[in-house]
């Protein structure tokens, strides 16, 4: 199954690490608000970079905010009324991924950083409307990488990746098969054999550690912690099963998702985490998915 006009708004909740949408039925969970406001069409007016500066009116959805790691580049702008959410320094490559909440709509963050960046030393090689969202080529005298702008009905999530000159390396895209699933099957655990697994998920064994801690079934993910939460959101809920509020450790990229199923009433919670090596797994640096019977 495909559920492709729903991936920028999941994207969007999983790029800055947002509380999971409460969902009273699955039919009402993609149901857009006729009250949204639209982005603005008409050219930007000067004063737009100072509005990013100031305190905004709502604070906007809540997520587990973060410090810039250490080192990250003091000339690459960012407005006072964004925040900080999953924030990675690679120690000794002098690589930084940093996800940003801005408050502002696309067009206003693509104003802002047009003229902010060219203020402060940085040079846009390419911008360019992609599935994905509004990407940016950027360079400095040190640093180039990309720019993932991303909007959704709140505000706009940058997805911030800078390397060393030279370097040259991409911001993950959105998998192709993002939202198709395929279910468990019989035997496998006590799971309902139509709970629906992600196609992007490849099953791996238990391991001791995993069987201590209460789980039944394990997973790798090829790609960050935040997009192997949006998969499993999706596949999940477009089965008709509803997700709880969940626990999350953006930092350290840790997300624990309670979900059940209404008619049925099986319960059941994932957790995702960016280092298998907790659990004494070597997953050849993918994300673990460990799936639990009730209630974490």
């Known amino acids: 199954m495909s559920l492709k006009p729903f991936i920028t708004r999941f994207l969007f909740h999983a790029l800055i690490v947002v509380e999971i949408l409460s969902l009273t039925a699955c039919g009402s969970a993609y149901k857009e608000s006729a009250d949204v406001e639209q982005p603005p069409t008409a050219e930007l007016q000067p004063q737009v970079a100072e509005e990013l500066q100031q305190e905004p009116e709502s604070e906007g959805v809540a997520f587990e905010e973060a410090e810039l790691p250490e080192g990250f580049p003091s000339k690459f702008p960012i407005p006072d009324s964004a925040r900080i959410g999953s924030s990675v320094g690679m120690g000794g490559k002098d690589e930084f991924r940093v996800f940003l909440s801005l408050t502002t709509r696309l067009e206003e963050s693509l104003s802002y950083y047009r003229t902010e960046l060219a203020s402060n030393g940085w040079d846009i090689d390419e911008e360019e409307t992609t599935t994905r969202g509004v990407e940016m080529a950027i360079r ?78 394990a997973f790798t993910y090829a790609g960050i912690a935040e997009m192997g939460m949006v998969d499993f959101n999706i596949a999940v809920m477009s089965a008709g099963w509803e997700i709880g509020d969940p626990t999350i450790a953006g930092v350290s990229g840790i997300y624990i998702i309670p979900f059940s199923h209404p008619e049925t009433g099986f319960e059941g919670y994932a957790f995702i985490t960016s280092n298998p090596g907790q659990f004494n797994l070597d997953a050849g640096g993918t994300v673990l998915i460990a799936l639990a019977k009730g209630q974490p």
């Open 140 to 217: 400095s005298d040190d640093h180039e990488g990309e720019l993932l702008f991303v909007e959704a009905e709140v505000g706009v999530a940058l997805d911030v990746h800078l390397l060393p000159v030279g370097t040259g390396a991409e911001i993950p895209g959105v998998p192709t098969d993002l939202g198709d699933s395929t279910t468990l099957g019989e035997g496998a655990s006590s799971f309902p054999a139509d709970f629906p697994i992600p196609s992007s998920y490849t099953p791996i064994e238990l391991n001791d550690t995993l069987r201590a801690e209460g789980y039944e079934l």
